[in-house]
């Protein structure tokens, strides 16, 4: 399950299971759909997740790319200890500015 919040010019994706291959289309549908409201600020939220299939970190690249040539940019937050190795390892965490608690990727926008 996935939910989205919006603060002021932010969108936040609040993922709320693991993801799985049964869900990345939905993960890649919410995201272009806030992308076509010509957003460029958005946080993505990992508090329930777990466990992450490959294919949501490239959309997650792929996206990021996006949102920057149009001057904006991502952040994500809430990452458990393998969430967070996960991203490490796969490079995400050095293009892509993490942090614990929403409340301070909105302070960092």
Known sequence: MINIEKYDDVY????????TKENVKQFEDVFDTILEKNVN??????????FIVSQVLGIII???????????????????PYIARLLSIIGIGKIIDTFEKK????KDF
Do not use: P, W
């Open 41 to 50: 600020k958005v946080i993505i939220d990992f508090e329930k997740v777990n």
């Open 103 to 106: 409340e301070d990727a909105l």
């Open 12 to 19: 936040l994706i609040s993922i709320r299971s693991d993801m």
């Open 62 to 80: 792929i996206k990021t790319k996006r949102l920057r040539e149009t001057g904006g940019d991502i952040r994500i937050v809430n990452t458990n």
